[in-house]
């Protein structure tokens, strides 16, 4: 059945009531929402049964329901202590304790190690009103700003009982870096792959991003640089093209290593050498090559040619820095390692005949046997990880020198592969199996989109104190000044579709954002960086703001920017001066084409050829065109296109694109980004939402508006790139 769509905005007192809704709520499942277009929708019943069991809850019957709602106020009732507790600078937290036996004894060890003192908290009964049952006693912990800023350790007993909360104690908000504070700053946004020189191996490298960083610092003054993510990728071929879809957030993407900036590549010699010379040349001639990459020969050459350079002799202080780089990794780097070694040996975990994903877990013995019969191979995937550190640690060191203001901002994907190496290792982190997360229909895919990922449990990430993320953010801020979070929403609730529903039948499932905001705060104070999120598409008011309030930017895009945000194409767009100061700004986004193409009404030929559109293409054009016309109307009216440019849209393509930038320029926007595609003029989508193999996504090298590649050290020789960097320069 389709979900109820109904003229109110809020569920009725009657369906609030229902034990199944007040299930669904108690387990943090939304059990209605507003769509983009302002709908007010209610969620199906067998979604919500379906969602509760993913989460480990039966509401198979009206008995199961009964049950599970009286064990869940049960166990709220008696809660020693909450597992995880967030508190922020400014104001003093307070946390309930409920006891069996009085007054808790409660202990604080900080970060270092050490005790805290006794002002850091304060422990009062709460009065007998307060407690929710008979032999219950409850207690207020409250936590001061004597807290210093980190991750620190409660553990309260009762007597009978003891808890262990995980604290997160964070600065409010994030500063915004003095540089930025002098004056507003500008960056590229660059998909890496794409951008290639002679040195590359048909994809574009952390070399190529090194060099383009650097000309980009110092030929067209910007200051940073925003890259596709470069999370971990499978180990061998086929490659999964989109950097959205990685297997695992953890680690880095080794296929962007270059070879010869490995210090060992200068020991080879004789027959070694000769080896990666001709593996080089085999793939290096694709470079040039317009037509999409051919990610999975470039891939397969160049692993060929790391394990060559992998068995040079290290010098004592290299091997030093490795076996540094594998200790400080830790277990996370064995788990991924022991991954990527079963992925090769037994076959990727995908394929029906390879059950060794559900078959094998951590604990298994022949998981053992594996690290110890493939140790070659094993070590040699905690190198490729090193060296893929040292390379984007070299090339953000690189961004800087060449005076930017922020360096790279890293992408951070949304979730990992439901055979990743994260699902398999540490499953438990995961709601597997029945669901899979994605986002209900809007402006970008008129379908929904299923990203076929497993969504994260929010219950274990409460548990272990959100110390997955904290890891991951930890490691993205090492090589990066900015980080930019895909898909915002996703720390306050994501899109969870049960199997067979549909992209349209799902709910949302609520996540403890503030433990993840506390987190970025933290973590990004102690870099002196910054953090984006992308708030685009079924994103509630209250997200925006909550982001502002703690210091994260949001994202304007001018194709999205109308007058109250009105979804409706046609509707007037929005003048830059309105724009949110707290926000990255931008003309297009990555699932846009190229605003030349765009221009040319490339979303909508597409759309149609790949059976995209819900609705007939001449509606969709009538949209896209009356889209067009009020874009024109503004830039004509403010004063940034003159009439006749936008009387002859396809003779003046670079000249409405340099327009579009010259008013985004006029916004309060701290940051502000222009694509590299817009500034050579590329045409051609880069990803269209909402497909895999249909479309060449993540795999379209930079190209001019005449298809010629663009290569690397020639992208900011470019007048047309240097026309652009003018206007984001004035």
Known sequence: MPQQTNPQREESAERLARPLIRLANMWGISTSYIDQLGTYVEIEDDVLVTVLKALGVDASSVERIQDALDARIKADATLLAPPTVVKFIGTDKAVELHTFNGEPQVTLTLED?????????????????????????????????????????????????????????????????????????WGWMAQMYSVRSADSWGVGDYGDLKELAVDAARKSHADFMLINPIHATAPITPLEPSPYLPESRRFLNVTYIRPQDIPEYKHLEGDDFNKVEALHAGVAAANTDPNPIDINAAWDAKR??????????????????????????????????????????????????????????????????????YGDLFEFECWLQWIASEQIEDAQKAAKDAGMALGLMQDMAVGVHTYGS???????????????????????????????????????????????????????????????????????????????????????VRYNYEAMLAILTVEASRVDGMVIGEDLGTVPDYVSRILAAHGVLGTTVE?????????????????????????????????????????????????????????????FMKSAEAEQHAMLKLLVSGGWLPQAAADDVPGHLQQIVEAMHAMLKDSPALLMQAALVDGVGEMRTQNQPGTSTEYPNWRIPLADAEGHVVPTDKVFDSPRVMSLAAIMNR
Not at 131 to 152: C, F, S
Not at 345 to 370: Q, T
Request: net charge negative.
């Open 559 to 619: 194709w999205f920017a109308r007058v109250d945000d009105s979804p409706n194409a046609g509707d007037p767009y929005a003048m830059p001066d309105t724009y949110r100061e707290y926000s990255l700004a931008s003309v297009t986004t990555h699932d846009l084409p190229p605003t030349a193409g765009y221009l040319m009404y490339e979303h909508v030929k597409l759309r149609e050829k790949l059976h995209l559109l819900s609705e007939p293409v001449e509606e």
């Open 113 to 185: 190690g050490t005790m805290s003192g006794d002002n850091t908290f304060t422990v009062e009964r709460k009065g007998a009103e307060a407690a929710p049952d008979a032999g219950i006693d409850v207690y207020e912990l409250t936590l001061t700003d004597a807290l210093p800023i980190g991750y620190h350790t409660l553990n309260v007993t009762d007597g009978e009982r003891s808890a262990t909360a995980h604290i997160i104690c964070a600065p409010a908000r994030i500063p915004v870096p003095q540089a930025v504070q002098d004056r507003h700053r």
């Open 422 to 508: 994260d699902v398999w290792w540490s499953p438990e982190r995961f709601a597997v199996g029945t669901v899979t997360v994605g986002c209900p229909p809007d402006f970008y895919n008129q379908q929904g989109q299923d990203w076929g990922q497993p969504p994260f449990d929010p219950n274990f990430m409460e548990s272990d104190g959100y110390n997955i993320y904290r890891y991951m953010v930890h490691n993205m801020f090492e090589h990066a000044g900015a980080i930019r979070i895909d898909h915002v929403l996703g720390m306050f609730r994501l899109w969870w579709i049960p199997q067979g529903k549909g992209p349209r039948g799902g709910a949302y």
């Open 304 to 373: 060929e040619a790391l394990k060559i350079v992998f068995r040079q002799e290290r010098s004592t202080d290299r091997q030093a820095a490795f076996d540094e780089f594998r200790q400080k990794a830790g277990e996370d780097l064995r788990a991924f390692a022991l991954w990527s070694v079963a992925f090769q040996v037994w076959g990727a975990p995908w394929d029906s005949e390879n059950d060794w994903f559900a078959a094998y877990d951590r604990h298994s013995p022949e998981i053992a046997h594996l690290e110890e019969e």
